[in-house]
């Protein structure tokens, strides 16, 4: 109740008060939400529904179609699996299943979603504007995500805006080995929007540094070391020609949290290449009886100009193959990030980028939240209204 002289002063609370709805969020409320996050991952993995390939497939050729490419090999077309990607031509061996292609997908779209929620309007806020066509193909993964929250009730918990967030960092840890856990904070108090407009504020995945430094440094206030560490979410997930125009895995294994994205980004050639009229870097086809791949046969392994950007500026004409052959030098120049994205390269820097990345994730959930509108698990939220009210009686 407002009354006496703290009434001017507790009705200007009320009126503009536009924090959190929720008092607390209790640790074990945070433990049941990520079990209900972690089984919606496995059942994810292993219902069959749910799978895009379950086999993969050894090719009687060398190179290797694109999705949805209509390439002959001598043996007739090739067809596509329902998604748009290549599966097996008469006369294939299927060798294994797989199954992790189902984890790696619904890893990377709840990661992806994460990313997607924080750098729309006003940060996280539980709001996707379909709109906008960059949100293209998480249309699924925030179905799922609003019937669970609707199936368990957790609106008496949590908002949705902070079940997003809890759900990528969820995926995050869940990607990652058991001897390199990431250590992401998370904080709860995030508002959830009824409608958002997100139209222009996703970066272009063509954009060269420049793109990077405007995006993620000025507009975001990331540096470029954090910037680095960012787009190594990229090792998770992959793209799908339908939602976004681009097709194919950035590493192989996408499922698992590794610093694979650095070091393919150094340890192959790249091609770029116009695909579908959109520039993309390809590394040379992989076999698909390769013990190591679990994830992307048939598809070709691709960056995207952003990604490249990390390391060469992607906007000089000359750089076509990078690295540049020797015998090109002066063709592809260093990228402003690639000190940063080069500590990330070696088989012993898997660690530091791990960290590194967990904070840049840590930091991207609190985008467009004063800092003391978010608060740890298990603190009580006492606003001055309460304190106007047990004061005033
Ligand atoms: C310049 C910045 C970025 C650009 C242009 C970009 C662009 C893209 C594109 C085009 C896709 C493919 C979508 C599809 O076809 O389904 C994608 C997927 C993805 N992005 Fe990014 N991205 C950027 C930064 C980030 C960041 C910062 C994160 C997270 C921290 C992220 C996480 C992901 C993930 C996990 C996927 C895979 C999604 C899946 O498997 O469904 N991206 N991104």
Redesign the pocket.
Request: glycine share 16%; aromatic share 10%; hydrophobic share 50%.
């Given at each position: 109740m407002c009354r006496g002289v703290f009434l001017l002063f507790c009705l200007l609370l009320q009126g503009t008060w536009s924090g959190s709805p929720y008092r607390t969020l209790s640790s074990q409320n945070v433990r049941k939400v990520k079990d209900i996050i972690n089984q919606y991952i496995t059942k994810h993995n292993t219902d069959p529904t749910k799978i895009v390939r379950t086999k993969t497939v050894t090719y009687s050729f060398s190179t290797l179609p694109l999705a949805g490419e209509n390439i002959t090999n001598g043996l007739g077309p090739i067809w596509t699996d329902t998604q748009g990607r290549p599966a097996a031509p008469n006369g294939d061996t299927y060798v294994g299943s797989c199954n992790p292609c189902g984890l790696?997908?619904v890893?990377?779209?709840?990661?992806?979603l994460?990313?997607h929620d924080a750098?729309g309007q006003n940060g996280a806020n539980g709001c996707i504007d379909w709109n906008t066509a960059?949100h293209?193909?998480?249309e699924a993964?925030v179905a799922d995500l609003d019937s669970l929250y609707t199936a368990n009730s957790l609106s008496s918990v949590l908002s949705k805006a902070d079940f997003w967030v809890l759900a990528g960092i969820t995926a995050i840890s869940r990607a990652a080995a058991p001897n390199t856990p990431p250590t992401i904070p998370f904080l709860w108090g995030r508002v959830d929007a009824p409608t958002c407009s997100d139209i222009g504020l996703?970066?272009?995945?063509e954009?060269d540094h420049t793109?990077?430094n405007s995006?993620?440094v000025r507009r975001l206030n990331f540096t470029m070391q954090e910037t680095a560490a960012?787009?190594g979410?990229?090792t998770?997930?992959?793209?799908?020609?339908?939602?976004?125009?681009?097709?194919g895995?950035w590493t192989p294994r996408?499922h698992a949290l590794t610093n694979s994205y650095y070091s393919a980004a150094v340890g192959v050639v790249w091609d770029k290449r116009l695909r579908n009229g959109k520039i993309v870097w390809e590394a040379p086809r992989l076999a698909c009886d390769d013990p190591q791949l679990e994830t992307s046969c048939g598809q070709t392994v691709v960056m995207?100009n952003?990604d490249m950007a990390l390391f060469t500026d992607v906007s000089l004409g000359t750089c076509t193959k990078f690295p540049a052959p020797p015998n090109n030098v002066g063709s592809c120049v260093d990228s402003p990030f690639r000190t940063y994205s080069k500590a990330y390269t070696s088989s012993t820097s898997q660690g530091k980028w791990i960290k590194d990345f967990a904070l840049?994730?840590a930091k991207?959930t609190k985008i467009g939240y004063a800092a003391n509108a978010l608060y740890s698990v298990d603190f009580v939220r006492i606003d001055l209204i309460d304190l106007g009210n047990s004061v005033v009686q």
């Open positions: 790696g997908d890893i990377g779209s709840l990661v992806r994460l990313f750098a960059d293209k193909g998480l993964v996703l970066p272009n995945a954009g793109l990077l995006y993620f960012l787009m979410a990229h998770l997930g992959r793209m799908e020609g339908r939602f976004s125009g681009f097709s895995g996408h995207l952003v840049a994730i991207m």
